[in-house]
């Protein structure tokens, strides 16, 4: 079907900040790559609704209220975020004065976001399909109504709202702010922001919270050319991300002088990494930089293995610390498991025409899956 109007938001690879962002005011870095959640919105007559995402084979039909954009319809659990996010837009359109039509959105993936396993079961890929939808399907359903995504940073915060109402948890929120501004250093915005936000919120509660100062802070950093990204998958069973942050956060309780005493190591770390490839981005002594970027790099990565071993969860266990150190030897500048780590995927820079040689070694290995995905740095596209 054709669409009135189509917005689409991208994948990220988290590289400095994994479990440590989830404190503030440490920070992130994450950079968006060249796969997509698309979403497009067509209007219908007489406050109809439709809600697809055919490659779930979801679909779900209600209604709209013209004047609230309060959504009257049943979602399988497939559909629970994209309707979410649906009904937290047309609410915040509602909060405009606007008159709301009826709404038929629909949602892909790029296939990068999922990848086939055996006896033919599907795995995400752990480049963030979930905060890209939320993004992609607010900026579409805001584009149609003509209503600005900037003021107030409305679209970043109407997501991260959306994401918190639909998953009942209030994450760091690193992945939707990349969906939305692209490649950047992140500090978290305070938990108390979404705590208190009721469930059965008013259009006026929605309005203020949008209007307000949240406390996070997004510092755009495009990665330097000088690296290419290689990212791959591991065929099997992968890390719960929920589970994982439920395991250091229960080191946490036990133990919380020793984790804050580490988890400020992790962030120095990262602050010397981030500062490296600042320098890099103005063009400021490379080889140095460089050198600065690894070694800070690879600290805040054996710290974080650390982290795992405490908190008894495989963030990094000493197989893939192997892949990682061989990876280093066959073409990779740097390599890590993103994000929460595990068993989930593995992702590399690489320097002077490398990368290739990095594929090459990873096609090797049994049960790993090369996925052909590049670094764009841009957030999402309407």
């Not at 890099?280 to 460089?290: F, P, R, S, V, W």
Request: glycine share 10%; with cysteine; net charge positive.
């Amino acid at each position: 079907m054709g669409f009135d109007t189509e917005a689409k938001a991208p994948g990220k690879i988290l590289w400095l900040g994994g479990y440590s962002v989830l404190e503030r005011p440490n920070i992130g870095f994450v950079t968006t790559v060249n796969a997509y959640v698309h979403a497009g919105v067509k209007s219908l007559d007489d406050g109809m609704l439709e809600i697809r995402a055919p490659q779930l084979g979801a679909a779900s039909h209600g209604r709209v209220d013209p004047d609230t954009g309060f959504l009257s319809v049943a979602a399988p659990k497939g559909l629970i975020l994209l309707k979410t996010s649906v009904e937290v837009a047309m609410r915040y359109v509602a909060c405009k004065g606007i008159r709301l039509k009826g709404l038929s959105i629909e949602t892909r993936n790029d296939p990068a976001f999922s990848y086939a396993v055996h006896a033919g079961k599907i795995a995400k890929s752990g480049l963030g399909s979930s905060a890209a939808v939320s993004v992609a399907s607010i900026a579409a359903v805001l584009k149609a109504y003509n209503v600005s995504m900037s003021e107030d940073d409305a679209l970043h915060k109407l997501a991260q709202t959306a994401h918190s109402i639909a998953t009942g948890k209030i994450g760091s929120g690193f992945d939707i702010a990349a969906a939305v501004h692209g490649s950047i250093i992140y500090r978290r915005y305070s938990p108390g922001v979404l705590k208190g936000f009721p469930a059965a919120y008013s259009n006026e509660d929605l309005r203020l919270l949008i209007s307000r100062k949240w406390d996070y802070k997004i510092e755009k950093l495009a990665l330097p050319m000088a690296f290419s990204l290689s990212f791959a998958n591991f065929l099997g069973e992968g890390m719960v991300t929920t589970a994982a942050i439920g395991s250091v956060s229960e080191f946490k309780e036990k133990e919380p002088g020793r984790y804050m005493e580490l988890i400020g190591k992790i962030n120095s770390e990262n602050e010397g990494a981030v500062n490296a490839l600042r320098n890099l981005a103005n063009g400021k002594d490379e080889e140095n930089n460089l050198a600065l970027f690894k070694s800070a790099f690879e600290r805040g990565r054996l710290l974080t293995k650390q982290l795992g071993t405490l908190s008894r969860v495989g963030i990094e266990d000493d197989d893939m610390t192997k892949l990682i150190e061989e990876s280093t030897s066959n073409g990779a500048f740097v390599a890590k498991l993103p994000g929460a780590g595990g068993r989930d995927s593995i992702a590399a820079l690489s320097l002077n025409g490398n990368a290739g040689k990095l594929v090459e070694f990873w096609r090797t290995r049994k049960g790993m899956k090369v996925l052909g995905i590049k670094i764009v740095n841009e957030g999402v596209i309407y």
